[in-house]
């Protein structure tokens, strides 16, 4: 078991634990050849500052390399490193850093790690950059590559393509119902020999190592308390197909999956719905509590807030702490929404009661045809101000209605919370007086 600090944890699952802290303290606590992935996006060597922290480009190369070192000591045989970076530009430069290629060279040669494969992360919705080059000058097209090492302890690591087989093309599957029609066995001019397995259906094409995943989420759970509890989300984010891929095609279910620059935890959130255990480092304790919205599908915000405020200090223990905070959710929704019924109701009243007040006048200025130059003035005026106060009325009834449609969206959230921690976790487990569970 791993040997962590308890001012270190943040909140733990069912599958795994956020941490806060260094990770190469982190990684000291991890045993021996425990670990069977390592995936992560470390900060990249980039001119700009961010504001989650990077390195110099000079200094990048050597400061990865204490991690890679460390990770190398906790990873199985048959354990993978994959490390995730960016490509950049020299600085005042239009020529590109070669400081990815430099940590290729530093972990094979120094090291000792294999490179299983490279792959290559392409991201159509990668805004154009840097500016001076692409957008201002326009010497540069859009850099929308990310580089992915898949190192290796050792040169025969865990892996199974058909755990991450993608679905046939349609030319794929007509040729597939009938591979005669479409092809002939033969050597191609490059010599390569089309036999008659290419028509075998094995349940799904191979995928390539260009990964085409659009890093475009937006309407996540992570994203959508934040925006709710008008909180800065954290900058950097991985898709959740990236992790995915590598966890599938690299682990079996129980296997254990660590990412020692976590960010907003999205490794440990994927790691969690496909049952592996998993460790999450991040070295600031505000994003290592925030990532805690990722793991409270359905949730209200004023929960999920008392539980990232408690992750700040102290370690939350999910679903358990989420669970509990779900019947008063349900019963403070609900007296919102009484109250906003309430509210709706006397706006309507209000007016109903001014129209009423708007007609009266109406019958008497019809009644009194302005007989009076005095009295006809007091009425155009009382109708004036009557109209200006149904006006008001109109719109108090306009929010009041807006406001209950919220409330009655608070409220299915809060019905919902339960149901969506179940799907996410499981159903709860309760300890009957005998020590039976049901």
């Known amino acids: 078991m791993p040997n962590f600090a308890a001012d270190q944890t943040v909140y733990t699952t069912p599958w795994g634990t956020q941490l806060h802290g260094d990770s190469l303290d982190l990684l000291d606590s991890l045993a021996d050849s425990s670990v069977d992935l390592i995936i992560t996006s470390p900060p990249f060597a980039l001119q700009r500052k961010k504001a989650y922290g990077n390195e110099d480009q000079d200094a990048y190369v050597d400061w990865l390399a204490q991690f890679g070192e460390a990770a190398k000591r906790v990873l199985k045989d048959t354990g993978s490193l994959v490390i995730d970076i960016g490509n950049a530009y020299r600085k005042g430069s239009p020529t590109r850093s070669l400081y990815p290629y430099r940590v290729l060279l530093k972990f094979v040669d120094e090291l000792g790690y294999h490179l299983a494969e490279e792959f290559f992360w392409y991201n159509p919705a990668k805004l154009p950059s840097p500016l001076e080059w692409v957008n201002k000058r326009r010497i540069r097209v859009k850099d929308a590559v990310n580089t992915v090492w898949w190192f290796s302890k050792t040169e025969w690591p865990q892996a199974d393509v058909n755990r991450v087989l993608q679905p046939y093309s349609k030319n794929m599957e007509k040729l597939l119902k009938d591979p005669e029609k479409y092809y002939k066995t033969s050597l191609r001019p490059s010599e390569h020999e089309i036999s008659k397995h290419f028509g075998n259906d094995n349940g799904g094409a191979i995928p390539p190592n260009l990964l085409q995943i659009s890093n475009t989420e937006s309407n996540t759970n992570y994203l959508r308390l934040c925006r709710e509890l008008a909180i800065k989300s954290h900058p950097a984010r991985f898709p959740n197909d990236l992790p995915k891929f590598f966890i599938e ?190």
Do not use: C
């Open 249 to 438: 095609f690299l682990t079996t279910p129980g296997d254990v999956v660590v990412d020692i620059f976590s960010g907003s935890n999205t490794t440990g959130m994927v790691a969690e719905q496909l049952g592996r255990k998993w460790y999450s480092f991040e070295l600031n304790r505000d994003y290592a509590a925030l990532s805690i919205m990722r793991f409270l599908p359905s949730i209200p915000a004023k929960a999920a807030l008392r539980l990232y405020e408690k992750a700040r200090e102290n370690a939350v223990s999910l679903p358990s702490e989420a669970r509990a905070l779900v019947p008063d959710a349900i019963q403070s929704a609900e007296q919102s929404f009484r109250h906003a019924e309430k509210e709706l109701h006397a706006a309507e009243v209000q007016r109903k009661l001014k129209f009423e007040h708007i007609e009266e006048l109406e019958h008497r200025a019809e009644k009194e045809q302005a007989t009076a130059v005095g009295t006809g003035r007091e009425l155009v005026a009382a109708m004036q101000s009557a109209g200006e106060e149904a006006a008001l009325a109109m719109e108090r009834q306009s929010i009041a209605m807006k406001r209950i449609k919220l409330e009655a969206k608070a409220l299915a959230t809060a019905h919902a919370a339960a149901a969506a921690l179940d799907n996410f976790y499981g159903p709860a487990v309760v300890t009957l007086p005998d020590g039976q569970t049901d």
